[in-house]
């Protein structure tokens, strides 16, 4: 069975750092690419960043590009997401996703983390 | 960026009752679209990718069609587990997109 389960999130004031991480269980995890998704309270989803299986090629929405850096380690089954220079804008719940066989849709989604930017 | 453009915004149905929902993309995706359902206070769930295949699980009452840059998800006999808000989704290009999502509330 997949299983990705989110942490680290929390209350961070406008400006600060936090730093997310997925674990991943139930699937060969450096084979996939992973993605992260957000939905701010009452809004719809917002993919934001995604990253191959290797960890070698990165890709980053233009409203977090600069601020956001997504990585994983294979050896820990865990997928990262460092936010930098929070905005009260960034407030959502963060779900990390798996990538469908070599492709771009999310197969499987973890129950999501809440991040709030007090500002 | 692709804008995937979802209608309506809401649709009332009653139980039992065919639905329709629209998904258009600003530029061809090919087939790369994907469909999701999202219930209050829950992930989301992948029902329909490659535009038409159905993901492990997903009853044979949801169906999708379509390509380029118009999309469909149909679901044949709503139930009442049914009702919940639906995304498209593009993944033909980066960065990827949603739709804004549909809401299907019961009438």
């Known amino acids: 069975e997949v299983l990705l389960v989110e942490s680290g999130g929390g209350l961070v004031q406008a400006g600060g750092s936090l730093r997310l991480s997925c674990g991943a269980s139930?699937?060969?995890?450096?084979?996939?690419?992973m993605t992260w998704v957000r939905q701010a309270p009452g809004k719809g989803l917002e993919w934001v960043s995604g990253?191959?299986?290797?960890?070698?090629?990165?890709y980053y929405a233009d409203s977090v590009t600069g601020r956001f850096s997504i990585s994983r380690d294979n050896s820990k089954n865990t997928l990262y997401l460092e936010m930098n220079s929070l905005r009260a804008e960034d407030t959502a719940v963060y779900y990390c996703?798996?990538?469908?066989?070599?492709?771009?849709?999310?197969?499987?989604w973890g129950q999501g983390i809440l991040v709030t930017v007090s500002s | 960026e692709i804008v995937m453009t979802q209608s309506p915004a809401t649709l009332a149905v009653s139980p039992g009752e065919r639905v329709t929902l629209s998904c258009r993309a600003s530029q061809s995706v090919s087939i790369n679209v994907a469909w999701y359902q999202q219930k209050v206070g829950q992930a989301p769930r992948l029902l329909i990718y490659g535009a038409s295949t159905r993901a492990t699980g997903i009853p044979a009452r949801f169906s999708g069609s379509g390509s380029e840059t118009v999309f469909t998800l149909a679901i044949s006999s709503l139930q009442s587990e049914d009702f919940a808000v639906y995304y498209c989704?593009?993944?033909?290009?980066?960065?990827?997109?949603f739709g804004q999502g549909t809401k299907v509330e019961i009438k």
């Open positions: 989704q593009q993944y033909n290009n980066w960065p990827r997109t």
């Open positions: 139930g699937f060969s995890f450096s084979t996939y690419g």
């Open positions: 996703a798996k990538v469908g066989s070599y492709s771009g849709y999310f197969d499987y």
């Open positions: 990253i191959s299986g290797s960890g070698g090629s990165t």
